[in-house]
Structure formats: C-alpha cells, structure tokens
C-alpha cells in the first residue's frame, strides 16, 4: 500500500514524550512513537519530525525570568528530546539525522535545509530541535516553518485530543469537533490547536495540516496512508 504523502513534518510535543508521567521521557511510550514512525519510514514515505520541550521546560512558566533567556532553555529541551527520539528510532533500525538550529557540533548538524532535504531523499529520518532558533517563536511556528522549508506534503500535529475542538473536549461536554477548518478561522476564532503566528505560516505557504490524537501511536501511520482521522485544517477546504 502506498502512503498518501510522500513528505511528512511530524511536530511531536514534549508532554506526549513523558507520558503518564507528565515529564522527563517515558522510553515504553517514545518506542511505540517510534515504532509508528518506522512503519511509515518502510512504506516508503520521507519523514521529518519537529520536536517540543514542554516535558522538561516551559518558558511561559518560568516566572520572572527574562524572556529570551527562558526561550534558550527551552530550546535546550527541545535538542534532548531530539536525541531521545533519535537513540529510539535507531534502536529499530532506522537511520536519523539530527539537525539543530542552536549550533552544538558535538551532538548534532547545524540545521542546513539543503543538507536535511537530501537527507530525507535518502530515506533517513531528520529530526530538528531547538525550534527556529529566536526566542519569541514557538515549536509550533518551528514545525510551519520546516515543512514550508522542506516542502512537506502534509503537516501532522500530534496532540493529546482527536482533532481540532470549538472548546477544551476535557472541560466542557458540549465541544463541538470539526472535521475540516481553514487556518483563518483558527486564527479568527482564536482556537487553540496552534498560536496565531503558526497558523499564519501555514495559510501563507499553502500548508495542509492534519490535527489527530497520539494516544493511539499507530495514527502517525493511518495518516500518513490517507485514512480519515482527525480535523483536517487547510485554506483550500
């Protein structure tokens, strides 16, 4: 069976890296990630992941600390959950790349967007950390960004919910999920799948998203073959 896509950006958050445990890594729960990834690798799609940080630091919750400063530690958490991600995806066999916006030659390449294309051509998974690189820019914008960059065929948002929500599904029974939206009505209606400049990246370059719930890690692989999961976010809807 042939995937849909040929080119995907994942954004995996940090929360889904931890978890039941809410922080730090939780490997049983990144292997089945992996493991999802891996099948999507072997069907012959191009993988590209843009991971967050928000299971070791969030820069929003860090009190008085100056601004710029808490977006560099963030960044930080970012590049372990790359190499995290990375150690696993090799455990089964895949062959990874990590790039990383934040020059740390030691541990990573610095983010080339040549070099990550050519990567992918060659069949190996490019994880990026460190977000853009500027403090002020979430993980979010990071991934709308790669894959305008990369020109991925599809933007995957795994999340903690199904799909995309008039209102927090946790909190109030009565939300409402959409099965397709345009990135003009995220930002109208102030939905909080992705911060506005995210959502503005992505109607900008014509990006199709797909918003689907992680929970079931085998969803990276029913998307990226097509199958009807999730809210479906695109100008062109």
């Not at 979430?138 to 933007?155: C, G, Q, Y």
């Amino acid at each position: 069976m042939e995937p849909m896509y040929k080119r995907v950006l994942l954004k995996l958050s940090g929360e889904a890296l931890a978890g039941d445990k809410k922080s730090g890594l939780n490997y049983d729960v990144i292997t089945d990630i992996c493991t999802s990834i891996k099948k999507v690798v072997d069907a012959g799609a191009q993988v590209a992941i843009v991971v967050g940080g928000g299971n070791f630091w969030r820069g929003r919750s860090s009190g008085a600390m100056d601004r710029t400063r808490a977006d560099h530690i963030g960044m930080l958490a970012t590049a372990m959950n790359a190499l995290a991600v990375a150690d696993v995806l090799e455990s089964l066999g895949c062959e990874v790349r990590v790039q990383t916006a934040i020059a740390m030659q030691a541990v990573a390449e610095p983010y080339i967007r040549n070099r990550a294309v050519r990567h992918l051509e060659k069949g190996r998974v490019v994880i990026f950390g460190c977000g853009t690189g500027n403090p002020f820019f979430s993980t979010d914008t990071a991934a709308a960004l790669r894959a305008s960059e990369i020109e991925a065929d599809i933007f995957l948002k795994a999340t903690l919910v199904d799909g995309v929500y008039d209102k927090d599904p946790h909190k109030y029974d009565d939300a409402k999920k959409y099965d397709k939206l345009s990135f003009s009505q995220v930002i109208a209606e102030g939905l909080a799948v992705m911060d506005s400049t995210a959502a503005a990246m992505c109607r900008d370059n014509n990006k199709k998203m797909l918003v689907f719930d992680l929970s079931r890690p085998d969803n990276i692989y029913y998307a990226v073959m097509g199958e009807n999961i999730g809210t479906v976010v695109s100008e062109e809807i």
